[in-house]
């Protein structure tokens, strides 16, 4: 058997029974690659299960509003993707009358989907010959192949689509990608591979070399921003006054609380001093604060603390309005906003 023959034959007995791997619906396996990315299946499929029962179709989904979408998102993070997913929703309502595209060559145009996406939707869907390429797939095949080009260097990018492309097994492509993909999630996975079971281990380079470990390689090339985020809660414990986030900067159109950046982890008294802590009020007083939370983005650490004041601010500035607290429910909060939220109110 071949490579591609020997992963099949795996998959076909140990596959993991998934919802979006019985149909051939393009929405709803878009729905779940997106939802996907990034995210664990464990994590990822209650997300999965809530967007596909309130939006069965893309002509629902593109009729959604924003604040809805990235209610139902809120816990998931990388946002983004909540927000042009409800884009390309109205779009293929518009453009491809809410049939959702399942070529490779038309998904490949669409907002928020990439190479690897549009050949996971067009194999799955229609059964194009288009090879994916994710993460566990680059794994198996620098793995299996001994190559130590970097994955996310240019070069290895299109070394790796080129082996990925010649190991396809055309006349099954859709269980081909999804064979490797699993493997690579179940068997050759990240830390301590089962190579003592795997159906490929007697050809297997990194196996036979002892290079398990050093495979795939992977060029560091992310710098981490770090930003301290300090946040007023300004609340008589009926309302609260809250702040809807601008385009351009992480949780975009998000609800949060009035914020103030500084460059550094800063004093609460020193910050109450600070001069653009005029905007609530001359003579800011503190009641409380809170210690300060590490939150950690892709490529920013964010130090967050919450500084509760006694007095309510007599101008509303910028986006600022005042909501009931038992209103918070309903506003698409990021996550550390919505756990010390949640812990204060008791909700
Ligand atoms: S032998 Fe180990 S490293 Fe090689 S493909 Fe199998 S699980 Fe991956």
Redesign the pocket.
């Known amino acids: 058997m071949d490579f591609s023959a020997e992963l099949i034959a795996w998959y076909t007995h140990n596959k993991r029974d998934l919802p979006w791997r019985n149909t051939t619906d393009a929405y709803i396996i878009w729905l779940s690659e997106i939802i996907l990315q990034q995210t664990r299946v464990e994590q990822g499929m209650p997300y999965f299960y809530r967007f596909a029962e309130k939006y069965p179709t893309v002509t629902a989904f593109a009729a959604a509003h924003e604040d809805e979408i990235l209610r139902l998102w809120q816990g998931l993070g990388y946002y983004s993707r909540g927000r042009n997913m409800l884009k390309t929703a109205q779009l293929v309502q518009e453009q491809y009358k809410g049939i959702f595209p399942v070529s490779y060559n038309e998904l490949i145009k669409l907002k928020g989907i990439g190479e690897y996406t549009a050949a996971a939707i067009s194999s799955f869907s229609s059964n194009e010959a288009k090879a994916v390429v994710d993460g566990n797939v680059y794994r ?1 095949l620098a ?2 192949f001994g190559i130590d080009e970097a994955i996310n260097s240019p070069k290895g990018k299109k070394m790796f689509q080129k082996i990925a492309d010649d190991v396809l097994d055309n006349a099954r492509p859709a269980l081909h990608n999804q064979a490797i993909m699993e493997f690579g999630a179940m ?2 996975k990240p830390k301590n ?3 003592g079971i ?1 159906p ?2 007697i050809n ?1 380079v ?2 036979k070399t002892n290079a ?1 470990s050093y495979l795939p390689v992977k060029l560091k090339t992310i710098k981490i921003r770090k930003r301290h985020f300090n946040y007023m809660l300004i609340s008589d414990g009926k309302k609260i006054l809250m702040n809807k986030r601008n385009e351009g900067d992480i949780w975009a159109n998000m609800y949060d609380l009035p914020l103030i950046e500084t460059p550094e982890l800063t004093d609460p008294i020193e910050l109450l001093q600070l001069p653009q802590m005029k905007v609530f009020g001359n003579d800011v007083a503190l009641k409380d604060n809170s210690a300060v939370i590490k939150h950690v983005l892709t490529h920013q650490h964010l130090y967050v603390r919450f500084l509760m004041l006694k007095d309510f601010p007599e101008k509303l500035q910028g986006n600022w309005f005042y909501t009931d607290v038992e209103n918070l429910k309903d506003l698409a909060l990021p996550k550390p906003i919505f756990i010390f939220i949640k812990y204060f109110f008791n909700f």
Do not use: E, K
Request: charged residues 5%; glycine residues 0%.
């Open positions: 198996v793995r299996y068997l050759c591979p089962a190579c795997c490929v281990h297997c990194a196996f398990t």
